[in-house]
């Protein structure tokens, strides 16, 4: 049987439990949506609570070619927020979840103790039956862990317990969900397709030898996450947008060269990147495109090919474009390298 850990917030500070499978004391669930999954609404599922915000938008490339964007320096997507929930729902999940913890085989007596006290400080102590007489008059907010990251010590910062929130007033805490908030958090969600380059000549090169390196411009289009949260009479959406920048060429070797010096390929007015190879350019310097200086031997050298994307978002109160981080998703691709054969007479 295999022990899962939960977060509990307990005061000011965050404990983690290890409970039996099926028991769960933390807002966000590990392994429900937390609104990670496209199209996913959250709620309520027995004792757990997860993210009511939905995703939707642009799937990148398909075929499971796609991958996740990563941001360009230190910054990170929040790993914590707080949602509101309404006082029916914040009722039903706190039930549930004693009602679970105490029927639960084998659980533990200070889990038992600790669910106990929780339930009766919002049924019967600081607050009288969950708010339900008033439940017009505003919201619970709860903390929310994003699933991927809920061992990471940025997701322990949202360590209040649920709090009453009257209709009108803003949520006394940091990292309350917001417009940016859903940007960043649709950051997360953004799938970029996978970074080939058209190589010419293809796959196999020889040393010395120019090799053009370009983008299908109809491939590396812009790429769109929206998500949303409604609920608690909270409506609030934003929109996150990938588009493609520059392409940087790292060769897999020092002994090469790459055109331009810095590897950095920009985007062509058409938003394209580089030049195809034609007939009749042998002799000309490709606009993008790296040039090895030995053979890669028996091997291969593994060039890598990544793409810069420019992240903007939009969303409620925010109709023109912000800029969040820069992202970057690469790919390698294996070359051989062969010495250019000549016969001496």
Not at 57 to 79: C, H, K, M, N, Q
Not at 132 to 160: F, H, T, Y
Not at 177 to 195: K, M
Request: glycine content about 10%; some cysteine; hydrophobic content about 35%.
């Amino acid at each position: 049987m295999r022990i899962r850990h939960y977060w509990l917030p307990v005061g000011a500070a965050a404990v983690t439990l290890a409970l039996l499978p099926g028991t769960a004391f933390g807002w966000g669930t590990p392994g429900k949506s937390n609104g990670q999954k496209t199209d996913t609404r959250g709620g309520q599922d027995g004792g757990r609570l997860y993210s009511m915000i939905t995703f939707s938008g642009s799937a990148a490339g398909g075929g499971g070619d796609e991958g996740r964007v990563t941001p360009v320096g230190d910054w990170t997507p929040p790993a914590c927020w707080y949602e509101p929930r309404s006082a029916a729902d914040f009722s039903k999940y706190v039930e549930n979840m004693y009602t679970e913890t105490i029927n639960t085989p084998g659980q533990h007596s200070y889990a038992k103790a600790s669910v106990g006290m929780f339930r009766n400080d919002y049924k019967d102590g600081t607050y009288k039956n969950y708010n339900l007489d008033i439940q017009d008059e505003g919201n619970w907010w709860v903390a929310v862990v994003d699933q991927d990251r809920w061992m990471e010590p940025a997701a322990q910062v949202c360590d209040k317990q649920p709090f009453w929130v009257e209709n009108g007033d803003a949520p006394p805490v940091d990292h309350a969900v917001t417009p940016q908030i859903l940007a960043e958090l649709a950051y997360n969600r953004v799938r970029l397709p996978a970074t080939e380059v058209s190589l010419a000549p293809q796959d196999t090169t020889k040393v010395n030898l120019p090799t053009w390196a370009w983008l299908d411009k109809a491939r590396f289009k812009p790429v769109s996450v929206t998500a949303a949260l409604d609920v608690g009479g909270v409506h609030i959406q934003a929109t996150t947008t990938a588009e493609p920048v520059a392409l940087k060429l790292e060769p897999g070797t020092p002994d090469a060269t790459t055109s331009p010096g810095s590897g950095e390929c920009t985007l062509n007015a058409d938003d394209s990147v580089g030049e195809p190879y034609a007939k009749g350019k042998a002799d000309r310097t490709p606009p993008c495109g790296v040039t090895y200086l030995r053979s890669s031997g028996n091997g291969t050298f593994k060039l890598r090919a990544t793409v810069t994307w420019r992240i903007t978002w939009t969303g409620t109160g925010n109709p023109d474009p912000k800029r969040l981080p820069d992202g970057t998703f690469g790919n390698d691709q294996a070359v051989t390298v062969q010495e250019i054969q000549s016969v001496n007479r």
